[in-house]
């Protein structure tokens, strides 16, 4: 059984940063694709940036794209989700996702497993 942690959310100002965590607990993540999603109050879940754990390929969302940057570490079987610039409407719960595969439709349901989520609040 595959576990998802993250932590790192908190409550930060218009401008600030945080960074995000996923450990993953369980089997060989090296064929898996890494992702961060999020949902909004009010919202879907929408998809935010995703990585290819065996050759570090990444791929974002247009939203974020150059303000926020995700990365591993194959060792520590962790993502992590560096996110600048932040501004109100990117206020969520962030969650990490996996799938089998890289490529496609980066659709939710495209993802067998999940995390809690971890809050963010951006004030301005």
């Known amino acids: 059984q595959v576990q998802l942690v993250e932590s790192g959310g908190g409550l930060v100002q218009a401008g600030g940063s945080l960074r995000l965590s996923c450990v993953a607990s369980?089997?060989?993540?090296?064929?898996?694709?890494m992702s961060w999603f999020r949902r909004a109050p009010g919202k879907e879940r929408e998809f935010v940036a995703a990585?290819?754990?065996?050759?570090?390929?990444?791929y974002y969302a247009e939203l974020v794209k150059g303000r926020f940057t995700i990365s591993g570490d194959a060792a520590k079987n962790t993502v992590y989700l560096q996110m600048n610039s932040l501004q109100p409407e990117d206020t969520a719960l962030y969650y990490c996702?996996?799938?089998?595969?890289?490529?496609?439709?980066?659709?939710?349901?495209?993802?067998?497993?999940w995390g809690q989520g971890t809050q963010v609040t951006v004030s301005s």
């Open positions: 996702a996996r799938r089998t595969y890289w490529g496609g439709s980066y659709r939710s349901d495209t993802f067998t497993s």
């Open positions: 369980g089997r060989d993540f090296s064929s898996y694709t």
């Open positions: 990585i290819s754990w065996s050759g570090g390929t990444t």
